[in-house]
């Protein structure tokens, strides 16, 4: 693209922003759309979007709409991945059926810079890339529409029937089918708003949408998990978008490294389709501790160790150690936040992510451009040190007494 358009990497990263925009503007909307609409009309929406930029940019049009056309991908990814996160969480064991969601983020991660390189080593075109973007996109669109049908209230089947004793099932949504138009039971921090009195019916607070954005805002656990996540998605995405770079410069790497990145992506989600029964016995939030730890040891091999063989593997085991992370915050929060917040909440988490995965590699590239990409490793480590600060603030997910 740089080529093809003649511009620089700060022109270019203007596509991030673009994604940012599309993600902010989805994370104002969700809660009404879903609200408007219903679960199944607004993911199908969102996948219907997503397509419509990846065909603009297929063109390719004059470089400065290709930012607008990432708007609409970033709205449409962000749509889909609120009422998606919102659904699984609602499935028994919803930690390991997140950590499968996400894993095929991961995937995608791992096979896109093969695609990339292989359309790129041919001489084709950089747009003629997006049509396999458009395909699976398209793909996505029938496949959404078989499964959830435009229905209003899509919710996993195998939710209605679960043991009130499964922990990975929100408290708040039990007890919604327990007691449906019952009081609501005396409030405990992360669990429910503040703003509703123990007499409050809990169908009171359902049908409220207008309390809900006073509610996140004033929420403990949605600015932890925010916080966190844009410092997690900062640190993921700079060290995919930059270890190339990094090891071509600082190890003398050919670019055939470029399967490093791969490593790394295929470590996300081997991370994430493994680990998730480890942090239930650990503890979910305890465990978050033990990842950063590792990470930050295995980022001290990467920055101080010469040889290339050891860079590499060590690059694919902080790959390991940090895929699980984003699904277990998700899989937390769901928890801690009562259910009618978990659309509006899971969009807000989706758009700081978005924020962080563009802020943090772009700082990055901009101190490259002066240093050298050896500021790759202390950027990621000062952004692991601070996801673990964060984290202390979080508050422990609550746990039935009976």
Same mark, same amino acid.
């Given at each position: 693209?740089?080529?093809?358009?003649? %511009?620089? =990497?700060?022109?270019?990263?203007?596509?991030? %922003?673009?994604?940012?925009?599309?993600?902010?503007?989805?994370?104002?909307?969700?809660?009404?759309?879903?609200?408007?609409?219903?679960?199944? /009309?607004?993911?199908?929406?969102?996948?219907?979007?997503?397509?419509?930029?990846?065909? %603009?940019?297929?063109?390719?049009?004059?470089?400065?709409?290709? !930012?607008?056309?990432?708007?609409?991908?970033?709205?449409?990814?962000?749509?889909?991945?609120?009422?998606?996160?919102?659904?699984?969480?609602?499935?028994?064991?919803?930690?390991?059926?997140?950590?499968?969601?996400?894993?095929?983020?991961?995937?995608?991660?791992?096979?896109?810079?093969?695609?990339?390189?292989?359309?790129?080593?041919?001489?084709?075109?950089?747009?003629?890339?997006?049509?396999?973007?458009?395909?699976?996109?398209?793909?996505?669109?029938? %496949?959404?529409?078989?499964?959830?049908?435009?229905?209003?209230?899509?919710?996993?089947?195998?939710?209605?029937?679960?043991?009130?004793?499964?922990?990975?099932?929100?408290?708040?949504?039990?007890?919604?089918?327990?007691?449906?138009?019952?009081?609501?039971?005396?409030?405990?921090?992360?669990?429910?708003?503040?703003?509703?009195?123990?007499?409050?019916?809990?169908?009171?607070?359902?049908?409220?949408?207008?309390?809900?954005? /006073?509610?996140?805002?004033?929420?403990?656990?949605?600015?932890?998990?925010?916080?966190?996540?844009?410092? =997690?998605?900062?640190?993921?995405?700079?060290?995919?978008?930059?270890?190339?770079?990094?090891?071509?410069?600082?190890?003398?790497?050919? !670019?055939?490294?470029?399967?490093?990145?791969?490593?790394?992506?295929?470590?996300?989600?081997?991370?994430?389709?493994?680990?998730?029964?480890?942090?239930?016995?650990?503890?979910?939030?305890?465990?978050?501790?033990?990842?950063?730890?590792?990470?930050?040891?295995?980022?001290?091999?990467?920055?101080?160790?010469?040889?290339?063989?050891?860079?590499?593997?060590?690059?694919?085991?902080?790959?390991?150690?940090?895929?699980?992370?984003?699904?277990?915050?998700?899989?937390?929060?769901? /928890?801690?936040?009562?259910?009618?917040?978990?659309?509006?909440?899971?969009?807000?988490?989706?758009?700081?992510?978005?924020?962080?995965?563009?802020?943090?590699?772009?700082?990055?590239?901009?101190?490259?451009?002066?240093?050298?990409?050896?500021?790759?490793? !202390?950027?990621?480590?000062?952004?692991?040190?601070?996801?673990?600060?964060?984290?202390?603030?979080?508050?422990?997910?609550?746990?039935?007494?009976?």
């Amino acid at each position: 693209m740089e080529t093809y358009f003649s %511009i620089g =990497y700060t022109t270019v990263s203007t596509l991030f %922003i673009g994604s940012c925009v599309g993600f902010g503007i989805a994370a104002v909307l969700n809660t009404y759309l879903t609200d408007r609409f219903g679960k199944g /009309k607004v993911i199908t929406l969102g996948a219907a979007i997503q397509v419509t930029g990846y065909a %603009i940019i297929l063109a390719p049009p004059p470089f400065p709409v290709i !930012p607008c056309a990432f708007i609409l991908v970033g709205l449409g990814v962000s749509l889909q991945l609120a009422q998606t996160n919102t659904y699984v969480a609602l499935m028994p064991n919803s930690a390991q059926a997140l950590g499968y969601l996400h894993g095929g983020y991961g995937l995608g991660g791992a096979t896109s810079p093969l695609i990339a390189t292989l359309f790129v080593s041919r001489g084709i075109k950089f747009s003629y890339f997006f049509s396999v973007s458009l395909a699976v996109a398209a793909l996505n669109v029938l %496949i959404l529409l078989l499964t959830f049908r435009l229905e209003r209230d899509a919710e996993p089947s195998t939710a209605k029937q679960t043991s009130n004793n499964d922990p990975s099932i929100p408290l708040d949504l039990v007890r919604s089918r327990q007691t449906p138009t019952s009081t609501r039971p005396p409030s405990r921090e992360g669990t429910m708003d503040e703003s509703a009195s123990p007499e409050t019916p809990v169908s009171a607070t359902v049908v409220q949408p207008e309390h809900r954005g /006073k509610a996140l805002l004033h929420n403990k656990t949605v600015w932890v998990v925010n916080g966190f996540l844009l410092l =997690y998605c900062g640190a993921e995405v700079s060290i995919g978008g930059w270890i190339v770079s990094f090891l071509i410069e600082e190890r003398a790497g050919s !670019p055939s490294v470029g399967y490093v990145a791969t490593g790394f992506w295929s470590g996300i989600t081997l991370g994430r389709l493994i680990l998730p029964r480890l942090n239930l016995w650990i503890g979910e939030k305890r465990v978050v501790f033990i990842y950063l730890l590792l990470t930050l040891a295995f980022e001290m091999v990467i920055w101080f160790a010469d040889q290339l063989v050891a860079t590499s593997v060590a690059v694919a085991l902080v790959g390991f150690l940090l895929g699980p992370l984003y699904p277990n915050a998700i899989s937390i929060a769901s /928890k801690l936040l009562p259910k009618r917040l978990h659309t509006g909440a899971i969009g807000i988490f989706a758009s700081v992510g978005a924020l962080g995965s563009a802020l943090f590699p772009f700082l990055t590239g901009l101190l490259a451009t002066s240093h050298g990409t050896f500021v790759l490793q !202390p950027m990621v480590s000062a952004l692991v040190v601070g996801m673990a600060v964060v984290w202390v603030f979080l508050p422990n997910v609550a746990r039935r007494s009976e």
